[in-house]
C-alpha cells in the first residue's frame, strides 16, 4: 500500500541540477524542477481544465518549473528552517525587501544577495517558477500544458496620455482567426459606467490576431475633443488556455518534498541541521524542518488563493507550509487559477478589480476553511503597507458589514494569524534624495518596510517552532476609529500636499454561471453589482497613521507620508481620477516646512521641524527611543537599530 500511494502521487519526479556554485555560507542550485500530478485525485480537481490535457502512461499530468536553492554547507549553521519564496513575475522579492538587494539582471546566474540577510540567519532558501507566461528573460519560469479549449477573453487598456493615440496594445491571448470579426472594442472613463462600442471598421487587429490597431478619431471623451483618456477593453474568442493552476500545484508539490521528501531527490540534505546518507526518504528519522512560504504582493495574493482553494494540503492529505507570510497582498487573489488565466496582470490597482482577484471570502474564517476542514491550517503573517488599504482593499480582511451603506464591525483574526500594519510605508519604496516622478504630483514615498519585515520573519520562525508566541497584531479598527471612510479622514490642511479626493472601488462582480463550478468565465466584462465599503486609516494631525507599527520615519516624522499618490494634473483632469486610478501601488511624501515662517508662509497646518526638534542631534535621540521601544516589542532587531539611525540622518539631510 505505501509503495501504491508513493507511485500514484508522483508530484515531484526528478530535479534536473544544472549549475553548482559557492555562495560562501551556502552552496548555490540552478536547475528545473519536474512535477507529475493524478488529475483524479481530489487534490487536484480544483485546477481548472486539468482534466482537458494530455497524460503520461501512468495518467498524470506533467509539468516543470525553474528552481534555485540555497542550502547551508555546514549543518551546524543551518537554521532548520526553509524560507520558500513564491516569486513576483518570475522574480524575488525577499531580497531586496530584507537585504536592500538590487538587481537588473534577472537571470538566477546573477541575483544579487544584499546583505545576506536570509543566509546568514542560517535559513534554507528556495525560489520556485509558477507563472506561465514569465519568459527566461524575466526570471524563473514554468512550463504549463495547454488545454485545447476555446473561449472569450477580455483584454484591457488604459490610454493615459491626452490626445495620443497608440498604435497598438498587444493581447496575452492571441485571436482566433475565423472570430475576429465578431470581435467588440469598448471605451469608457468610469468603471460603472456602460462601456461604449467603437465601430468596428474604425480599429483592426494585428495580422498574427496578437495585437489591437486603434485608428484615428475614436472614444473622444464627450465635451473634450481629441482627448481619449480612459479604458479600452476588446472582448474576442482565443484558443489554447494554459492550465495556470498547475503553478499552485507546483509550489505545493516541492514545498510538500522539501518538507516529507521523496524517493530519488537530490535537495533535502541539509535542511534541517543535518545531512541525510542517500536519498531523502519519507520515513527516516532526519529532523522534519519546517516550512515558511513567503510571497509579496501578486505572489502573496497567490498564498491568499492558495490557502483558501485547499492548496496546503498536499496530494496525500498532509501539511504543507508550517507559515505563511503574506505580504503587501492586501483583500485579494488573482488570475492565478481559471481559464485564460492572466496571472502577471492584476496589479494596477485599476485592472485588478475587473480581474477575478478581489473576489470573497476576504476575512479569515473563509480564507481558511478548507485548511481548517483538512486540519492543515498555517500560522500566518499578514503584513499591510499604507497603499495595502488605498488600492488594495486591504479593510475587506478584517471588517464585516453588508458591504454597501455601512461597515457593522471589525472582523477577527484567527487564531493562528496576526496581521501587522507598517504605517506610513508605500507599496514600492521610493529612494533618496526625494524625486518627483514626471507621472506623480508629490514626492515618492521612500519608508521602507526592512528592517520590520526582517524582525518579523524571526518572530515568525519562532511561532512555527514552537519556540514562542509572536507580538500582538497591529492594525486600525473600527471600534478605535483608527479605520474609516475616505470622507471622515481629517488630513491636515497642506496646499502643497492636498488629501485626495477619490481611491479605486471593488464591486461584486458577476463571471458567468460556470465561474465558481469551473473557473470558466463566460461573461467578458463581468457585470458589476454593488460595490463593497472599503475603508482606510485614520491619521493624524501630520498627516501620519495614527495605528500599526510606527517604524521612526513615523513615530519620529520630517513629513507626511501616505501610501497614496495622484497622477500629475494633466492626467487626473481628464479621465483617470474617474476610473479610481490613484498611481499604481506608489506613496508619496511631503516634507514639513524647516521653520515656523516657512511654514505660516506656505498655510501648512503642520508644525515645521524647528518647532519639533532642537536639531540633528536631539531628532537622533528621539529616532533612537522610537527604535529602542520597537526592539521591545520584537518589531525590530537589535541588531539593525544603528542601520536605522543612519537611515534617519540620511533623512535629516534629505530635507535640509
Same mark, same amino acid.
Given at each position: 500500500?505505501?509503495?501504491?500511494?508513493?507511485?500514484?502521487?508522483?508530484?515531484?519526479?526528478?530535479?534536473?541540477?544544472?549549475?553548482?556554485?559557492?555562495?560562501?555560507?551556502?552552496?548555490?542550485?540552478?536547475?528545473?524542477?519536474?512535477?507529475?500530478?493524478?488529475?483524479?485525485?481530489?487534490?487536484?480537481?480544483?485546477?481548472?481544465?486539468?482534466?482537458?490535457?494530455?497524460?503520461?502512461?501512468?495518467?498524470?499530468?506533467?509539468?516543470?518549473?525553474?528552481?534555485?536553492?540555497?542550502?547551508?554547507?555546514?549543518?551546524?549553521?543551518?537554521?532548520?528552517?526553509?524560507?520558500?519564496?513564491?516569486?513576483?513575475?518570475?522574480?524575488?522579492?525577499?531580497?531586496?525587501?530584507?537585504?536592500?538587494?538590487?538587481?537588473?539582471?534577472?537571470?538566477?546566474?546573477?541575483?544579487?544577495?544584499?546583505?545576506?540577510?536570509?543566509?546568514?540567519?542560517?535559513?534554507?532558501?528556495?525560489?520556485?517558477?509558477?507563472?506561465?507566461?514569465?519568459?527566461?528573460?524575466?526570471?524563473?519560469?514554468?512550463?504549463?500544458?495547454?488545454?485545447?479549449?476555446?473561449?472569450?477573453?477580455?483584454?484591457?487598456?488604459?490610454?493615459?496620455?491626452?490626445?495620443?493615440?497608440?498604435?497598438?496594445?498587444?493581447?496575452?491571448?492571441?485571436?482566433?482567426?475565423?472570430?475576429?470579426?465578431?470581435?467588440?472594442?469598448?471605451?469608457?472613463?468610469?468603471?460603472?459606467?456602460?462601456?461604449?462600442?467603437?465601430?468596428?471598421?474604425?480599429?483592426?487587429?494585428?495580422?498574427?490576431?496578437?495585437?489591437?490597431?486603434?485608428?484615428?478619431?475614436?472614444?473622444?471623451?464627450?465635451?473634450?475633443?481629441?482627448?481619449?483618456?480612459?479604458?479600452?477593453?476588446?472582448?474576442?474568442?482565443?484558443?489554447?488556455?494554459?492550465?495556470?493552476?498547475?503553478?499552485?500545484?507546483?509550489?505545493?508539490?516541492?514545498?510538500?518534498?522539501?518538507?516529507?521528501?521523496?524517493?530519488?531527490?537530490?535537495?533535502?540534505?541539509?535542511?534541517?541541521?543535518?545531512?541525510?546518507?542517500?536519498? +531523502? /526518504?519519507?520515513? @527516516? =528519522?532526519?529532523? #522534519? *524542518?519546517? %516550512?515558511?512560504?513567503?510571497?509579496? &504582493?501578486?505572489?502573496?495574493?497567490?498564498?491568499?488563493?492558495?490557502?483558501?482553494?485547499?492548496?496546503?494540503?498536499?496530494?496525500?492529505?498532509?501539511?504543507?507550509?508550517?507559515?505563511?507570510?503574506?505580504?503587501?497582498?492586501?483583500?485579494?487573489?488573482?488570475?492565478?487559477?481559471?481559464?485564460?488565466?492572466?496571472?502577471?496582470?492584476?496589479?494596477?490597482?485599476?485592472?485588478?478589480?475587473?480581474?477575478?482577484?478581489?473576489?470573497?471570502?476576504?476575512?479569515?474564517?473563509?480564507?481558511? +476553511? /478548507?485548511?481548517? @476542514? =483538512?486540519?492543515? #491550517? *498555517?500560522? %500566518?503573517?499578514?503584513?499591510?503597507? &499604507?497603499?495595502?488599504?488605498?488600492?488594495?482593499?486591504?479593510?475587506?480582511?478584517?471588517?464585516?458589514?453588508?458591504?454597501?451603506?455601512?461597515?457593522?464591525?471589525?472582523?477577527?483574526?484567527?487564531?493562528?494569524?496576526?496581521?501587522?500594519?507598517?504605517?506610513?510605508?508605500?507599496?514600492?519604496?521610493?529612494?533618496?534624495?526625494?524625486?518627483?516622478?514626471?507621472?506623480?504630483?508629490?514626492?515618492?514615498?521612500?519608508?521602507?518596510?526592512?528592517?520590520?519585515?526582517?524582525?518579523?520573519?524571526?518572530?515568525?520562525?519562532?511561532?512555527?517552532?514552537?519556540?514562542?508566541?509572536?507580538?500582538?497584531?497591529?492594525?486600525?479598527?473600527?471600534?478605535?476609529?483608527?479605520?474609516?471612510?475616505?470622507?471622515?479622514?481629517?488630513?491636515?490642511?497642506?496646499?502643497?500636499?492636498?488629501?485626495?479626493?477619490?481611491?479605486?472601488?471593488?464591486?461584486?462582480?458577476?463571471?458567468?454561471?460556470?465561474?465558481?463550478?469551473?473557473?470558466?468565465?463566460?461573461?467578458?466584462?463581468?457585470?458589476?453589482?454593488?460595490?463593497?465599503?472599503?475603508?482606510?486609516?485614520?491619521?493624524?494631525?501630520?498627516?501620519?497613521?495614527?495605528?500599526?507599527?510606527?517604524?521612526?520615519?513615523?513615530?519620529?516624522?520630517?513629513?507626511?507620508?501616505?501610501?497614496?499618490?495622484?497622477?500629475?494634473?494633466?492626467?487626473?483632469?481628464?479621465?483617470?481620477?474617474?476610473?479610481?486610478?490613484?498611481?499604481?501601488?506608489?506613496?508619496?511624501?511631503?516634507?514639513?516646512?524647516?521653520?515656523?515662517?516657512?511654514?505660516?508662509?506656505?498655510?501648512?497646518?503642520?508644525?515645521?521641524?524647528?518647532?519639533?526638534?532642537?536639531?540633528?542631534?536631539?531628532?537622533?535621540?528621539?529616532?533612537?527611543?522610537?527604535?529602542?521601544?520597537?526592539?521591545?516589542?520584537?518589531?525590530?532587531?537589535?541588531?539593525?537599530?544603528?542601520?536605522?539611525?543612519?537611515?534617519?540622518?540620511?533623512?535629516?539631510?534629505?530635507?535640509?
Amino acid at each position: 500500500m505505501l509503495l501504491f500511494a508513493q507511485i500514484a502521487s508522483a508530484e515531484v519526479v526528478k530535479i534536473d541540477i544544472r549549475r553548482k556554485d559557492d555562495a560562501g555560507t551556502h552552496e548555490r542550485l540552478i536547475g528545473r524542477v519536474h512535477f507529475a500530478v493524478d488529475p483524479t485525485l481530489p487534490a487536484n480537481r480544483g485546477i481548472a481544465d486539468l482534466d482537458l490535457v494530455p497524460t503520461n502512461g501512468k495518467g498524470l499530468v506533467e509539468f516543470a518549473a525553474d528552481v534555485l536553492f540555497f542550502r547551508p554547507k555546514e549543518a551546524g549553521r543551518a537554521r532548520g528552517t526553509v524560507f520558500l519564496e513564491v516569486v513576483n513575475r518570475g522574480r524575488d522579492q525577499s531580497l531586496a525587501i530584507m537585504s536592500g538587494a538590487q538587481q537588473r539582471d534577472l537571470s538566477p546566474e546573477s541575483w544579487n544577495l544584499g546583505d545576506r540577510f536570509l543566509l546568514e540567519q542560517g535559513f534554507t532558501v528556495a525560489f520556485l517558477g509558477w507563472q506561465f507566461d514569465v519568459q527566461p528573460s524575466q526570471g524563473l519560469t514554468f512550463q504549463a500544458p495547454i488545454a485545447p479549449v476555446e473561449g472569450v477573453v477580455r483584454e484591457s487598456y488604459i490610454e493615459t496620455n491626452r490626445g495620443n493615440r497608440r498604435a497598438d496594445f498587444a493581447l496575452a491571448y492571441c485571436a482566433s482567426a475565423p472570430a475576429r470579426n465578431s470581435a467588440t472594442l469598448t471605451f469608457r472613463t468610469r468603471m460603472d459606467e456602460t462601456p461604449r462600442p467603437i465601430p468596428r471598421d474604425t480599429w483592426q487587429f494585428g495580422a498574427d490576431g496578437c495585437s489591437v490597431h486603434l485608428g484615428t478619431g475614436v472614444a473622444e471623451v464627450p465635451g473634450s475633443p481629441g482627448i481619449n483618456i480612459g479604458l479600452y477593453e476588446v472582448v474576442y474568442q482565443a484558443k489554447g488556455s494554459p492550465v495556470a493552476g498547475l503553478g499552485l500545484a507546483a509550489i505545493r508539490d516541492f514545498a510538500s518534498y522539501l518538507k516529507h521528501g521523496n524517493p530519488g531527490a537530490p535537495l533535502r540534505e541539509n535542511l534541517a541541521g543535518r545531512t541525510l546518507s542517500g536519498p +531523502a /526518504n519519507p520515513t @527516516s =528519522a532526519a529532523p #522534519t *524542518p519546517a %516550512i515558511i512560504g513567503y510571497g509579496y &504582493s501578486q505572489s502573496a495574493r497567490f498564498l491568499r488563493e492558495f490557502v483558501r482553494d485547499g492548496f496546503n494540503a498536499d496530494e496525500r492529505g498532509r501539511a504543507v507550509f508550517d507559515g505563511l507570510m503574506i505580504a503587501s497582498a492586501g483583500a485579494g487573489g488573482g488570475s492565478f487559477n481559471h481559464r485564460f488565466a492572466m496571472p502577471g496582470q492584476a496589479g494596477n490597482s485599476v485592472l485588478s478589480v475587473l480581474r477575478p482577484v478581489d473576489l470573497p471570502p476576504f476575512t479569515d474564517d473563509g480564507l481558511l +476553511a /478548507n485548511a481548517r @476542514s =483538512a486540519r492543515v #491550517t *498555517p500560522k %500566518i503573517f499578514y503584513t499591510f503597507s &499604507s497603499t495595502e488599504y488605498w488600492a488594495r482593499a486591504g479593510s475587506l480582511t478584517h471588517t464585516s458589514g453588508d458591504g454597501r451603506d455601512s461597515v457593522t464591525a471589525d472582523a477577527p483574526l484567527a487564531a493562528t494569524s496576526r496581521l501587522y500594519f507598517l504605517a506610513g510605508t508605500p507599496h514600492s519604496s521610493g529612494a533618496l534624495p526625494l524625486i518627483r516622478n514626471r507621472t506623480f504630483q508629490h514626492f515618492i514615498n521612500f519608508a521602507p518596510q526592512r528592517w520590520a519585515a526582517r524582525a518579523l520573519l524571526l518572530d515568525l520562525d519562532a511561532w512555527t517552532r514552537n519556540e514562542s508566541e509572536p507580538p500582538p497584531s497591529q492594525y486600525p479598527s473600527i471600534a478605535k476609529g483608527e479605520l474609516v471612510a475616505l470622507e471622515n479622514v481629517h488630513f491636515p490642511a497642506v496646499p502643497s500636499f492636498p488629501f485626495v479626493s477619490y481611491m479605486p472601488q471593488v464591486w461584486r462582480m458577476d463571471y458567468g454561471p460556470r465561474y465558481s463550478g469551473t473557473k470558466v468565465i463566460t461573461k467578458e466584462p463581468p457585470e458589476l453589482g454593488a460595490p463593497y465599503r472599503v475603508l482606510v486609516p485614520q491619521v493624524n494631525a501630520d498627516g501620519n497613521d495614527v495605528s500599526g507599527i510606527r517604524l521612526p520615519e513615523v513615530a519620529v516624522p520630517l513629513g507626511t507620508y501616505t501610501g497614496w499618490n495622484v497622477p500629475v494634473p494633466q492626467l487626473s483632469d481628464v479621465g483617470l481620477s474617474d476610473l479610481g486610478y490613484l498611481s499604481g501601488l506608489i506613496g508619496g511624501f511631503e516634507p514639513f516646512a524647516l521653520t515656523k515662517e516657512q511654514r505660516e508662509q506656505n498655510k501648512d497646518a503642520r508644525l515645521s521641524i524647528a518647532e519639533r526638534y532642537a536639531g540633528r542631534q536631539d531628532y537622533l535621540g528621539r529616532v533612537r527611543q522610537a527604535a529602542d521601544d520597537l526592539v521591545r516589542q520584537r518589531f525590530l532587531r537589535r541588531e539593525d537599530v544603528p542601520a536605522v539611525l543612519a537611515e534617519a540622518e540620511t533623512i535629516w539631510n534629505a530635507v535640509h
